[in-house]
Nanobody, 113 residues
Framework: EVQLVESGGGSVQAGGSLKLSCAAS????????IGWYRQAPGKEREGVSC????????YYADSVKGRFTISADNAKRTVYLQMDSLKFEDTAVYYC??????WGQGTQVTVSS
């Protein structure tokens, strides 16, 4: 059974940082890509960043490029999202998505201006 468990969310002031974690199980971790998505109140879920575990190729949405960094630890089967210079508009529930369309439960990020 595929499981994705996000953690690391919280409340910060604008300009602050948070590091999200997505712990994965139930599939061959380094054969796939893992993505981070977010959904703000009243808005559609949008892609933020993703990483190909084998090879490390990354993608970032324009809105977070230069501020967020995605990484993976194969030994821990965990994907991280380091979020720096946070803005009010980064406020959302952040989800990770597995290779077969599986979603975690999400973690809330709240940025106060």
């Amino acid at each position: 059974e595929v499981q994705l468990v996000e953690s690391g969310g919280g409340s910060v002031q604008a300009g602050g940082s948070l590091k999200l974690s997505c712990a994965a199980s139930g599939f061959t971790f380094d054969d796939h890509a893992i993505g981070w998505y977010r959904q703000a109140p009243g808005k559609e879920r949008e892609g933020v960043s993703c990483i190909a575990i084998s090879g490390g190729k990354t993608y970032y949405a324009d809105s977070v490029k230069g501020r967020f960094t995605i990484s993976a630890d194969n030994a821990k089967r965990t994907v991280y999202l380091q979020m720096d210079s946070l803005k009010f508009e980064d406020t959302a529930v952040y989800y990770c998505k597995g290779p077969h369309g599986d979603w975690g439960q999400g973690t809330q990020v709240t940025v106060s201006s």
